[in-house]
């Protein structure tokens, strides 16, 4: 960090915390409740900022992908969620394999790595629909990444077919699967449970299958939904139980803060959280996750203006180019359905970082940066640091 840097961290007033990032020491409890507290929010980023050029230098990575949800019938009957519907009201739908393999197929002249596929607890479907569905994306496109179902619909497949977590989804991985998304956790306390999702797993259910995900070769990611009932404490027990695992199983891929959006939900008359309260978030998470590799800024959800800052705040991804969302849209997300790959990388640039495109896995797939990169020799090499030193050399 730079002596200037370092100065304004220390004169705002976290010295302490300061001293062991710097240390490379594990943030306390107590450390992530002093961040979520402190008052000068630059304070904290400028922390996290520092964290996240450590292990990323100047790269921010984006993906080309496409999100299709198969389904918003769901029995579970979130208070946060504007998305679900019951299976006879009439705005109801499921996509058939042919359905999907028309959306997959409106998309063909772009380069999609990644299909981005969640839907709500639907108990009409039968489990050869989430095989054919899966069957068919790699069918239509054989090189696509699946990323699909989360833990919640997973435990869901396992009671309704009656099989254990690890045979749905090594049936869903014979099938095709790549990866599990990071969504369903919410708040992983029991008191958020309770008061606004007690018709799906609890967190012990939701770790369980992230666990066993991980243990059979599936890496996933970890969403945390803030800004309704939870208080700064259960955002810190989110974060440590998350943290706990990773431990154990190196698994989870990237963490998303996704703040909560009110409109035409049961919780309609809360207040959106702030753009202050996201980037807080990012940077929160990037200081206690110490063992995530990545930070995601979910545009779509953040818009793409406050995710572009979020690239200051701790987070090295952008996500991607996102081809029709619709649970954020049902709860008033103003966000565009959709950003061109020239548009994603412009708004890196123009963040002064130097766009990478990944693929789910985080591998790179075009490592030339469009602009100067940064010094690999000042920080340790990731794969993507190494491939753009590469270019540098050869250039
Ligand atoms: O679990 C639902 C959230 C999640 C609302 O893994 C809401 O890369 C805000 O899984 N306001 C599903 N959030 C989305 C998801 C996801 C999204 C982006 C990236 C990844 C990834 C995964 O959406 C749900 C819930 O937490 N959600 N309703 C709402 N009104």
Not at 214 to 220: F, N, Q, T
Request: glycine letters at 6%; aromatic letters at 6%.
């Amino acid at each position: 960090m730079t002596p200037f840097r370092s100065r304004y961290v220390e004169r705002s007033g976290l010295g302490a915390i300061l001293d062991k990032v710097l240390s490379g020491e594990r943030l306390s409890r107590e450390d992530g409740l002093a961040l979520y507290r402190h008052d000068d929010l630059l304070g904290v980023g400028t922390l996290a900022n520092h964290v996240r050029e450590t292990l990323h230098g100047d790269v921010a990575y984006y993906i080309v992908n496409q999100h299709i949800n198969h389904t918003n019938v769901c029995v579970a009957g979130c208070k946060f969620c504007a998305f679900y519907r019951t299976a006879k009201q009439s705005d109801a739908y499921v996509l058939s394999p042919e359905d999907v393999e028309r959306r997959m197929r409106e998309h063909m002249h772009e380069p999609i790595r990644e299909i981005h596929m969640v839907g709500g607890v639907n108990p009409d479907l039968p489990f050869s629909y989430y095989l054919d569905v899966i069957r068919t994306m790699k069918r239509v496109r054989p090189e696509v990444h699946v990323k699909a179902f989360t833990m919640v619909e997973i435990a869901a497949m396992a009671e309704n077919f009656d099989m254990t977590p690890e045979e749905v989804l090594r049936r869903l991985k014979e099938a095709g699967l790549g990866s599990i998304p990071g969504g369903g956790a919410e708040i992983l306390t029991d008191h958020a449970h309770q008061v606004l999702f007690k018709g799906k797993i609890d967190h012990r259910g939701w770790m369980e299958i992230a666990k066993t995900a991980h243990r059979i070769g599936l890496k996933s990611n970890a969403t945390m939904l803030f800004g309704h009932v939870e208080t700064l404490e259960e955002r810190i027990e989110h974060m440590l139980l998350l943290r706990e695992a990773q431990d154990e199983t190196h698994g989870f891929m990237a963490f998303i803060p996704l703040a909560f959006h009110p409109e035409n939900t049961r919780l309609s008359h809360l207040p959106k959280p702030s753009a202050a309260d996201e980037l807080r978030n990012l940077a929160v998470a990037r200081l206690m996750l110490d063992n995530f590799p990545h930070i995601k800024a979910y545009w779509i959800m953040m818009t793409p203006r406050v995710a572009q800052a979020g690239l200051h705040f701790g987070a090295d991804d952008l996500d991607g180019t996102v081809v029709t969302e619709e649970i954020y849209h049902r709860a008033g997300s103003m966000s565009p359905q959709m950003i061109g790959r020239h548009e994603l990388v412009a708004l890196i640039e123009e963040a002064g970082r130097v766009p990478v495109e990944r693929d789910t896995l985080y591998n790179p797939v075009e490592a030339v940066p469009r602009r100067p990169p940064f010094d690999p020799r000042a920080v340790s090499p990731t794969p993507v640091d190494a491939a753009v030193a590469g270019d540098a050399a050869r250039a």
